[in-house]
């Protein structure tokens, strides 16, 4: 009986990431419909401004529920950890945080942080950005099913990524390396959505 109850978990989360992959995807392309392509978009790490300009480009095609912007409220306030049991870079988000980071909530329950980044190889994806002469992009950590439990990176906690070829799940370009409860480090589990949407389940 337990094994069936896993299974029936992780085909759960298999079927939420592949709707969250997908509402990102859909909701990149529309953006870029109405604000022009990625390439020229401002993504400017520590910008209030640029954050919310993106965000904004975003939200119309989100079922919102709320927006928390850099307040506490659409991320799990328990400490994150990773697959090793490791506390995770991402417990950061269950405070209060500086202009390069951005969170709301969905009504379906999933909560998004947006993420500027620089360099999206901790995520095992190369670094394709969206303008050749900016260093920056965009990166979606989400929580597939908000406060409630596991809150571990890799199990209901997944990443991706803006790239010029659109979204792109964490561990792409890697083979997700850091999917693995042998990593003792805070980058546990930050790479397993590509494992996750490739194999249709969570094999580790």
Not at 25 to 31: F, I, N, R
Request: with cysteine; glycine share 6%; aromatic share 8%.
């Amino acid at each position: 009986m337990p094994s069936l109850v896993q299974n029936y978990k992780n085909k759960q989360t298999v079927a939420q990431l592949k709707k969250i992959y997908s509402v990102l995807s859909q909701a990149t392309v529309m953006a870029e419909s109405e604000n022009g392509p990625i390439s020229d978009w401002n993504m400017v790490d520590g910008s209030c401004e640029s954050m919310d300009e993106i965000v904004s480009f975003y939200t119309p095609y989100l079922k919102t529920l709320k927006d928390c912007k850099q307040s506490k409220g659409c991320w799990a306030t328990t400490t994150i950890k990773g697959l090793s049991g490791t506390t995770n870079r991402l417990n950061e988000f269950s405070g209060s945080f500086d202009c390069a980071k951005h969170s709301i909530a969905l009504t379906d329950g999933t909560y998004i942080v947006f993420d500027i980044y620089s360099d999206l190889t901790s995520l095992g994806i190369q670094n394709d950005m969206p303008n050749d002469t900016n260093s920056t992009t965009m990166a979606f950590f989400v929580d597939l099913n908000g406060q409630k439990n596991p809150n571990i990176v890799g199990k209901d906690i997944f990443a991706f990524a803006l790239t010029k070829h659109g979204i792109a799940p964490a561990g792409i370009h890697t083979n997700s390396v850091q999917c693995s409860r042998e990593l003792k480090n805070a980058n546990s589990g930050i790479d397993c959505a590509a494992k996750v949407l490739k194999e249709e389940d969570l094999k580790y």
